[in-house]
């Protein structure tokens, strides 16, 4: 297993961290994606925008009073018809994440927590590390992400793959006491020889909602298909010969 981490502290939460000081960040996730280009996979991302055809839910409402919401617990669609279904890991707790809108610090409502936006875009996944659990429709043996606000008030941030052999990797706290707030990480794996059907994040802090974040720009490798095009002309030319023999028995 190839593990890539980097994380740039911010320090503040007055703004988000300018793209230029997420040095290590950026490495790590290049790194990752120089990976899966060298095991012959293609980066499949999702960044959780309107556009991509997620909703989101107004900093107005709550997630356990719109259960319903197409934003709560979304269903992520990689490419090559792989699935991610976001859930709760613990069977007490109705929901694991909700897609949330950024606007600015300065200009959402209260209830947006501080320190927190997205990687990219203007949403982002919003979760409590206790209770959020991905769980995917096939083994898959790439995943990498992006983590906004981690670890800043004292949490370890534990990941677990599983799909029988279960592989536990921990992510240590920046700070104690919110002075690494507003901070960008970037976590991913490749497990050529280990692939995976879900994906749990813990804490080691209470409430049961733990150190709460966000996470932005989901991405695994999928397997290109490099007969797609051959297979293509294939059928066409079996498709014209038989309807050349069709037109000499007609004759």
Known sequence: MNVFYGVDISGTD??????KMRMNSTA????????????NLIPSTTS??????????????????NLAHPAVDPLVQFGAGVQAQIGSADPEFPFGGVV?????????????PEGRYPSSGEQYLSSGTQILQINFNTPIDSFGFFGIDVGDFGATLSITLA?????????PPLSSDGEATGSVMFWGIVANENPFTSITFGSDVEPITGDTFAFDDFTIGIIPLPNAF???????V????????RRRRLV
């Open 14 to 19: 007055a703004k988000p961290l300018p793209l």
């Open 28 to 39: 790590a996730r290049n790194d990752f994606f120089a990976a899966l280009t060298a095991n």
């Open 48 to 65: 959780f925008e309107q556009e991509e055809g997620f909703d989101y839910l107004p900093w107005d409402q709550s997630p356990g009073d």
């Open 100 to 112: 949330r809108r950024f606007g600015g610090f300065m200009t959402d409502p209260p209830q947006d």
């Open 163 to 171: 799909n029988g052999e279960v592989k536990e990797f921990k992510i």
């Open 230 to 236: 051959g297979l293509g002309i294939m059928g066409l």
């Open 238 to 245: 079996c498709l014209s010969g038989a309807s050349a023999l």
